[in-house]
Every structure is written in structure tokens, then in C-alpha cells.
């Protein structure tokens, strides 16, 4: 049976099954942790890990690079529209469409016009101090959610604050629990670089969560997830 499989599947067709599975296991929780920043339902996540990469395969230009949501885009956009509507409510739903339209189209005029070059005019020294606000800002309005501390400010100072603030509400079983999940990250990925990692610790938290039950020790979960296509209309803004 063993000598029946490697015929059937070769050690490259291996490989990518073994890589596509932790792709999908990775990008599943991403894409909802992203939709979490964002402050939008957690199947809008699904839509982007799945929706973009089909639109990019047919209009992309490139066989490397996917355009699709990361934490960059999300902080920006749910710091940008919380000004303009409550997180979460309808009509800062339906701003964030407006928005991811428009950036839509821009894109699809700057793929017309061969604009990429510009990016050559982005200073790499603030490209790095970029992504590190944006780093920055995201590990801090993730930290009360890994602990279990509940905070209602959006600006990230006044989060940090009212998180150190708070500790002593802090849920141990989650502080735990995020404080071993990355530290396995961290030492499979520097010891065992080849080992699954993001594919063992995703496994291994959803046979947890089920089998143990950690929302009856504190621990938030997701809960049910909506399910289905998005129903395709324009956004109407004022």
C-alpha cells in the first residue's frame, strides 16, 4: 500500500498537498482574525481568502504575488471609517464595501496603466517604520482579547492603558493558552524551521476548544459562523 501511494503521488505532489494544508489551515484563522480587526462579520473573512484569489488568477498580472486582505489593511480601514459609524453597525458595514470597491477600481486602473513602478519610489526605511506602527497597533488591540480583558476604547494608547489597567480581570486559562500557543510557534519555528507548525497549533486548538469545551472556563471562541455567498448589490452611502 505504502509503495502504491508514492507511485500514485510523487514527493513533489506530496510536498504541495502537505503545503496547501497548512496554507488553508493558516489562512482560515488569519483571514477571521483579520475580519476581527476589521470589526466586520467573521464571514467576510472567508470571502477575501477565497474570493481574491480567483479575481487575481484571472486578471492578476503576476504568478507570485495575491492581493487579498491582511492586518495592515485592516487597521487602517476600521481606524479610518470608526470615526464615521459605530464599529460593527450597518452602515459602517456598508462603508467598508464603498471603500473596497474603490479600492478596487483604483487597482484595476493602476494594473491598466502599468503604474506599479511607483512602489520604486517608496523609501524602504518607511515602509519598515510602517509596518511596525501597524504591528505595533494590531499586538496591542489583540492583547485584552488574548487575556481576557475587556476594554471599550478603539485609540490603541487608551487600549494599552485600559489593559494594564484591568489585569487583575484577567482569564487565566486564556492567558495561558495564548502564551503557549506562541510559544510553540516560536520554538518549532526555530528548531524544527520545516516542521508544521501553524498546521499542528490550529489542529491542535480546534480538538481543544471542542473536546475540553474552553468557553466553560472563560476562554472567548468564535461560535457559529454564518454561512453562504455575500449577496452581490452597490452600497448606498450618503
Known amino acids: 500500500m505504502g509503495q502504491s501511494w508514492r507511485r500514485v503521488l510523487p514527493a513533489t505532489w506530496r510536498s504541495d498537498i502537505l503545503a496547501g494544508l497548512s496554507l488553508a489551515f493558516t489562512n482560515i484563522p488569519q483571514v477571521l482574525g483579520y475580519a476581527r480587526i476589521a470589526a466586520m462579520p467573521a464571514v467576510t473573512g472567508l470571502y477575501t481568502v477565497l474570493l481574491p484569489l480567483a479575481g487575481f488568477a484571472l486578471f492578476g498580472s503576476s504568478k507570485h504575488l495575491v492581493v487579498a486582505a491582511d492586518s495592515a489593511t485592516a487597521?487602517?480601514?476600521?481606524?479610518?471609517?470608526?470615526?464615521?459609524?459605530?464599529?460593527?453597525?450597518?452602515?459602517?458595514?456598508?462603508?467598508?464595501?464603498?471603500?473596497?470597491?474603490?479600492?478596487?477600481?483604483?487597482?484595476?486602473?493602476?494594473?491598466?496603466?502599468?503604474?506599479?513602478?511607483?512602489?520604486?519610489f517608496l523609501s524602504r526605511t518607511v515602509l519598515i517604520g510602517f509596518m511596525t506602527g501597524v504591528g505595533l497597533q494590531i499586538m496591542i488591540a489583540m492583547l485584552h482579547e488574548l487575556i481576557g480583558v475587556q476594554t471599550d476604547a478603539h485609540n490603541p494608547i487608551l487600549q494599552l492603558a485600559q489593559t494594564v489597567a484591568n489585569l487583575h480581570h484577567a482569564n487565566g486559562v486564556s492567558a495561558c493558552l495564548a502564551a503557549g500557543t506562541v510559544g510553540v510557534i516560536l520554538l518549532l519555528n526555530h528548531f524544527c524551521s520545516r516542521f508544521p507548525t501553524a498546521l499542528c497549533v490550529v489542529v491542535g486548538s480546534i480538538v481543544l476548544s471542542k473536546y475540553i469545551g474552553l468557553s466553560r472556563f472563560g476562554v472567548s471562541t468564535l461560535g457559529p459562523v454564518s454561512g453562504g455567498l455575500p449577496h452581490v448589490r452597490l452600497p448606498v452611502i450618503g
Request: proline fraction near 2%.
Open 75 to 120: 487597521a487602517i480601514l476600521s481606524g479610518s471609517l470608526s470615526a464615521l459609524a459605530p464599529l460593527g453597525s450597518a452602515h459602517y458595514i456598508t462603508l467598508v464595501s464603498a471603500t473596497t470597491l474603490i479600492v478596487a477600481g483604483l487597482l484595476l486602473v493602476a494594473r491598466l496603466f502599468r503604474l506599479g513602478f511607483l512602489a520604486d
